[in-house]
Structure formats: C-alpha cells, structure tokens
C-alpha cells in the first residue's frame, strides 16, 4: 500500500534510506518541505513496515522527485515504480506540467529505471550552492 508519509514513519523512513546508501533528511528540513506539500511525500507500506519511500516537490511549475528508496530486501518487486506512478498521478492532480529529477552520471542501474519509466537525461548542469 501507498500513503501518505506520517511522522510516526520516521524513524523507519530515515532505516530505509540509510540502507539504500541515500542522505537521510532531518527532522527540521522536512517540517519545513511538510508545510508545503505534504501529499508529495509517500511511503510504500507492507504490513507495519515501511518498504519504499519517495520524496515528491512542487515549485508551482515544475515536480521534483528527491530520494526515492527501497529497502534493499524488497528491491525488483514493482514498489520503487509504484511509488512514481502513485506521485505522478498526484503532480497531475496539482496541474505539474512537467516533472525533473537528478540522477548521478555513474548512476547507470539508476538511468535504466528512469529510462524505463519514460524519463529521458538532458544535458543540463547542475549548480549547488550551500546558504
């Protein structure tokens, strides 16, 4: 099952994305992406256990998908695509015209998965800066 994040899912969340070798977000850094689009953060649900968990944003013109994980336990059994269907369809009902994710150029089981979902690289380049 697919749902909404909770704060009760957090701690499991946080093993989710530690095991899958992914940042873990702080608690204080999600209150602040929680306040405005709650809906957009899902996790995969089997029984009590969290199994998959993919963070969505909304800029008001563009999605972004963010720290998509799988337990390494449950990997290839559909959830981490189920996870994207399930935020694609909630973007569509926000009227997202167009979702953008990252993916790291040495990443290539990652670009298969994307690819295989329809999404396609471009050449851009990313610029970070810390504030």
Do not use: S
Request: glycine share 8%.
């Amino acid at each position: 099952m697919i749902r909404t994040f909770r704060w009760t899912d957090y701690a499991a969340v946080a093993a989710v994305w530690a095991a899958a070798a992914r940042e873990i977000v702080p608690r204080a850094e999600l209150e602040l992406k929680l306040a405005r689009d709650p809906e957009l953060f899902l996790v995969a649900v089997d029984g009590d256990r969290v199994a998959g968990v993919v963070l969505g944003t909304w800029d008001g013109r563009r999605g972004w998908i963010l720290r998509l994980a799988v337990d390494p336990a449950r990997r290839r059994q559909g959830i981490a695509a189920a996870l994207v269907r399930e935020l694609e369809g909630r973007f569509r009902a926000l009227g997202c015209p167009r979702v953008n994710l990252l993916v790291m150029p040495d990443n290539e089981a990652g670009l298969r998965f994307w690819q295989a979902l329809g999404y396609l690289p471009m050449p851009d380049v990313l610029c970070t800066k810390p504030l």
